[in-house]
């Protein structure tokens, strides 16, 4: 999951941002595989306000954990 931060990262600041709220929605994943849920859960939380593609899955999985 570590390596796969960076990978998100790059898509989340690169200046064409088509997959931005992708990169989140898994750099989120990553991060609470990784136990770092307070991150994530931001990460997943912003999401789910911005809405767009992944605001209700993000939204689901913040009722869940």
Same mark, same amino acid.
Request: proline content about 2%.
């Given at each position: 999951?570590? *390596?796969?931060?960076? &990978?998100?990262?790059?898509? $989340?600041? /690169?200046?064409? /941002?088509?997959? *931005? #709220? %992708? ?7 990553? !991060? $609470? ?7 994530? /859960?931001?990460? !997943? !939380? #912003? $999401?789910?306000? %911005?809405?767009?593609? &992944?605001? #209700?899955?993000?939204? %689901? ?5």
């Amino acid at each position: 999951p570590e *390596r796969a931060l960076q &990978y998100f990262d790059n898509l $989340i600041h /690169n200046a064409v /941002n088509t997959f *931005r #709220q %992708e990169g989140q929605f898994y750099k989120a994943m990553s !991060l $609470i595989a990784m136990n770092k849920h307070g991150q994530g /859960n931001g990460l !997943l !939380l #912003q $999401i789910s306000e %911005e809405g767009g593609f &992944y605001a #209700q899955q993000a939204k %689901e999985l913040l009722d869940n954990l």
